[in-house]
């Protein structure tokens, strides 16, 4: 597991959550491919895409409310050639917020390393019965 | 778009709502790949990991409540290499059920074509200021 492109995908997911967390929209977008076929679904969200739609959903997100933290469990990654994704709980801290988020998020081998795809995340914790 | 490959993933995407539909186990299992390695989240519930795990929660799920039906909008699909992925929204009807999922769709080449190793479901319609 610990092999080259999975250390690798797993720096480019941290520097995701590490952008998030101190709400750097330049950092952010350094983390993405910044593309038309980025996808992302916040939680509760419809899906945005494009990175001009993902971009504006993380400036609404870092200009409202306080920081969050992540506090990330159960990480699993896959590399494929040059796609990977990572899925993981996200155990969010802060800003009011608290609960846990599933996320998946796919990464693309580029010249310049691994960027992210698709951020895609769901809140846990409802009943099971509640959707199918 | 409509080359090959963006063909055949789209018709094993197809296959996962066909086989959800049909409450069929056995046609769901020829969808997946049955490694551990397969990731599922349904909506509102915490990530599955390994097709046992995965197996089981299709036989809850089809087992309770009455069928689904999943209308498919906003279909995107990315082929690089031997991984794709499928992003989308479930519009579901049936069963009590009203709403859009967002989904997200991952699937792997092998010998015998396009094998489900990520789904990942995330409702959609609340604030986006419920969750960050």
Same mark, same amino acid.
């Given at each position: 597991? #610990?092999?080259e492109p999975t250390a690798a995908v797993l720096a480019a997911n941290g520097a995701f959550y590490e952008a998030f &967390? /101190? *709400?750097? !929209? *330049?950092a952010m977008s350094q983390v993405w &491919? *910044?593309?038309?076929?980025?996808?992302?679904g916040h939680p509760g969200w419809p899906l945005l895409r494009g990175w001009r739609e =993902? #971009? *504006?959903s993380f400036e609404q997100i870092f200009g409202t409310g306080e920081p969050?933290?992540? =506090? !990330?469990?159960?990480?699993a990654? &896959?590399?494929v050639g040059d796609a #990977?994704? =990572?899925? /993981?709980?996200?155990? /969010? /801290?802060g800003g009011g917020v608290q609960g846990t988020v599933a996320a998946t998020n796919v990464f693309v081998h580029e010249n310049t390393g691994w960027r992210m795809v698709v951020h895609h995340g769901s809140p846990v914790g409802r009943s099971p019965d509640d959707d199918a």
């Open positions: 597991m #610990a092999d &967390e /101190l *709400r750097d !929209l *330049r &491919e *910044r593309s038309e076929r980025v996808v992302c =993902v #971009a *504006r969050l933290q992540f =506090v !990330l469990t159960d990480t990654v &896959e590399v #990977a994704w =990572v899925t /993981l709980n996200e155990n /969010l /801290l």
